[in-house]
């Protein structure tokens, strides 16, 4: 019996072992040709073409007078489930972005079950492995990406410089309303950023592929902002709920909190 116990902790440490040697490998190659010295600061005049409710919610957010966000790396817990029945489960997870280059890397743990969610090189893939060696789920294509691009663009409150890049495109719909569409080579995908009194972010709504049965469908998508907290002197979501809006009624399925997040730090945690 202690063979046994001794033998499932060491295979247990082997894979934890190789697959955070695998993330870190891939990380040091999105972050390989990324210059962090000497970075612009940003200035009002950096805001000056954006419609005025982006303007106010990015002086809220604390990046003027800020260096530009190239990279990110951030450590996240919350509740995540993948059915409508089932109970929340706890997930840690940790990510990283380029910014400029509109990659990330994701991977989350719950319980002996992994999942690795990518956007590199415009191509976005999604790996579900039982204690890190059997892969159970695995999806790629054109729906895939699609919802890929459309995560780097709302996660961007969390990096909020990046809403100063040419790849993104804003148009202003009312006072309270902008719709943003970032641009990759052939692909695109829009959302729109509703926005509260204090110049907050509250929401963010799109239409996304869901995956179904093995199929994928567009279906409405929301996001929700619980709650902010300020991070190296920028204020961003510390707290969401993400939705699908389902017919049958909104499908809460996580509820990503951040802990720990580090900008310009081109190196894996």
Same mark, same amino acid.
């Given at each position: 019996?202690?063979?046994?116990?001794?033998?499932?902790?060491?295979?247990?440490?082997?894979?934890?072992?190789?697959?955070?040697?695998?993330?870190?490998?891939?990380?040091?190659?999105?972050?390989?040709?990324?210059?962090?010295?000497?970075?612009?600061?940003?200035?009002?005049?950096?805001?000056?073409?954006?419609?005025?409710?982006?303007?106010?919610?990015?002086?809220?957010?604390?990046?003027?007078?800020?260096?530009?966000?190239?990279?990110?790396?951030?450590?996240?817990?919350? *509740? #995540?489930?993948?059915?409508?029945?089932? $109970?929340?489960? /706890?997930?840690? &997870?940790?990510?990283?972005?380029?910014?400029? !280059?509109?990659?990330?890397?994701?991977?989350?743990?719950?319980?002996?079950?992994?999942?690795?969610?990518?956007?590199?090189?415009?191509?976005?893939?999604?790996?579900?492995?039982?204690?890190?060696?059997?892969?159970?789920?695995?999806?790629?294509?054109?729906?895939?990406?699609?919802?890929?691009?459309?995560?780097?663009?709302?996660?961007?409150?969390?990096?909020?410089?990046?809403?100063?890049? *040419? #790849?993104?495109?804003?148009?202003?719909? $009312?006072?309270? /309303?902008?719709? &943003?569409?970032?641009?990759?080579?052939?692909? !695109?995908?829009?959302?729109?950023?509703?926005?509260?009194?204090?110049?907050?972010?509250?929401?963010?709504?799109?239409?996304?592929?869901?995956?179904?049965?093995?199929?994928?469908?567009?279906?409405?998508?929301?996001?929700?902002?619980?709650?902010?907290?300020?991070?190296?002197?920028?204020?961003?979501?510390?707290?969401?709920?993400?939705?699908?809006?389902?017919?049958?009624?909104?499908?809460?399925?996580?509820?990503?909190?951040?802990?720990?997040?580090?900008?310009?730090?081109?190196?894996?945690?």
């Amino acid at each position: 019996m202690k063979l046994r116990k001794k033998t499932t902790v060491l295979l247990l440490t082997v894979t934890l072992t190789v697959g955070c040697a695998a993330m870190n490998k891939t990380v040091s190659k999105m972050f390989s040709h990324v210059q962090i010295s000497d970075l612009e600061r940003i200035s009002e005049k950096d805001l000056q073409n954006l419609p005025q409710t982006v303007r106010n919610y990015l002086r809220y957010s604390g990046i003027v007078g800020k260096e530009k966000i190239k990279t990110v790396r951030l450590k996240q817990g919350g *509740d #995540f489930r993948l059915k409508p029945d089932q $109970d929340f489960k /706890t997930m840690k &997870a940790v990510q990283y972005f380029n910014v400029d !280059s509109m990659e990330f890397f994701w991977q989350g743990k719950v319980n002996i079950i992994t999942a690795t969610d990518r956007f590199l090189d415009g191509k976005g893939d999604l790996t579900v492995k039982l204690l890190g060696l059997i892969r159970v789920a695995y999806a790629e294509g054109p729906e895939v990406d699609q919802g890929e691009i459309l995560r780097f663009l709302a996660e961007g409150v969390w990096f909020p410089s990046v809403f100063l890049n *040419d #790849f993104i495109q804003w148009e202003e719909l $009312d006072e309270r /309303t902008a719709m &943003a569409t970032i641009t990759l080579k052939d692909l !695109s995908a829009s959302a729109l950023f509703h926005f509260n009194e204090k110049n907050q972010v509250e929401r963010i709504t799109a239409r996304r592929y869901m995956e179904k049965d093995g199929k994928f469908e567009l279906k409405d998508w929301e996001i929700r902002i619980v709650e902010y907290r300020a991070y190296h002197g920028i204020n961003i979501p510390a707290k969401s709920e993400v939705f699908w809006k389902l017919e049958e009624g909104d499908f809460c399925w996580y509820k990503p909190e951040i802990y720990e997040i580090d900008y310009n730090v081109p190196v894996p945690y």
